[in-house]
DNA sequence: TAGATACCTTATAG
DNA sequence: ACTATAAGGTATC
């Protein structure tokens, strides 16, 4: 195993790794403690987490000041990109609108940083999040892994990788059912057939005006709107997509009511202009958090 | 094109 | 114990 160390100091805005990996933005990392992530997070900000990235098994934790990894590879680049470390946070929190609501949350999680997970376990674990708790997504996804992923063995432990797309076509619905992944286990299966056939993958969003992307990611099944935004934001650097899920249209009606406009792309203008425009989504997540953290006066 | 409804499963509230 | 309700929504009509 390689190891490094990162000095948090070294980066603007700081680094709060328990909040980033535990807010229910990110499906693809897991605590080595096997603990599921509680409500709305677990204890414990100097935990190991683990990820698997292209065959490579990387660990990461944050202490004392440093973000310490070890990894199957030279992880540091890659722990960067994963974690957008190199994010100007400051310059972002900076460049909000002055807004009671999000000055309080980026108060309270300052550190918290937008993920930057591979594609297609964002898109398969953001189809899992319809109507679940984000505990119970965490769960299905690990689920999944344990299923279908392929074994990689490191340092005298063996890890999971997320399952191919290949893999999850193969799976049949009964199968996708019995890990829990009731109405939404057809929607898991077709969608990976659609990127395994090659018909067309989420990264193609990834150049496009963000509209035209989040159209284009609709096209999956079991990908709407809301869904959409969640892997652009989360996966494909569009940081100016806000996701427009429960907690966000509440904070919508008490807040800023006259964001609300019937349709979701239409409030989804207001609030993304609301929210700063550009990044947006840094807005979004750190709100999010916040209120389901139970925060809000 | 906007609006209503069904949908798996689990956890929590009453 | 038992029912109602809601959980980071989407597809369908």
Redesign the pocket.
């Given at each position: 195993m390689e190891r490094g160390a990162i000095p948090i100091a070294d980066l603007s805005g700081g680094l709060d790794l328990q909040a980033t990996l535990e807010?229910?933005?990110s499906y693809c990392w897991r605590r080595d403690d096997g603990r599921a992530y509680e409500?709305p997070f677990a204890t414990g900000g100097d935990a190991w987490y683990h990820t698997v990235v292209g065959g490579d098994v990387i660990r990461a934790r944050q202490l004392d000041g440093f973000l310490e990894w070890e990894s199957t590879t030279d992880a540091d680049p890659l722990v960067r990109e994963l974690l957008r470390l190199d994010d100007d946070l400051d310059a972002i929190v900076a460049g909000t609108p002055d807004d009671p609501l999000i000055d309080a949350a980026y108060d309270a999680f300052r550190g918290m940083r937008i993920v930057n997970d591979p594609a297609f376990p964002t898109m398969i674990s953001?189809?899992c999040?319809?109507?679940?708790?984000?505990?119970?997504?965490h769960r299905m996804q690990i689920a999944l892994a344990e299923t279908f992923g392929e074994e990689i063995n490191a340092n005298g432990r063996t890890y999971q990788a997320f399952p191919t797309p290949e893999r999850l076509a193969a799976a049949s619905e009964g199968e996708l059912?019995?890990l829990?992944?009731?109405?939404?286990?057809?929607?898991v299966r077709e969608t990976a057939r659609m990127i395994a056939d090659g018909e067309r993958h989420p990264t193609e969003a990834r150049g496009l005006p963000y509209e035209e992307a989040r159209d284009h990611l609709?096209e999956?099944?079991?990908?709407?709107?809301?869904?959409?935004?969640?892997v652009l934001l989360?996966s494909l650097g569009h940081l100016e997509a806000v996701?427009?899920?429960?907690?966000?249209?509440t904070a919508i009606e008490e807040y800023y009511p006259d964001c609300a406009r019937?349709?979701?792309a239409a409030t989804s203008r207001a609030i993304r202009e609301r929210f700063g425009g550009e990044y947006a989504g840094y807005a979004?997540?750190y709100v999010?958090?916040y209120l389901?953290a139970g925060l809000d006066p």
């Open positions: 807010s229910g933005q409500e953001f189809i999040s319809a109507q679940m708790r984000v505990e119970r997504i059912r019995e829990g992944l009731g109405y939404r286990a057809p929607y609709t999956f099944v079991g990908v709407g709107p809301k869904v959409a935004d969640c989360f996701p427009l899920d429960t907690w966000i249209q019937g349709s979701y979004q997540t999010f958090h389901r």
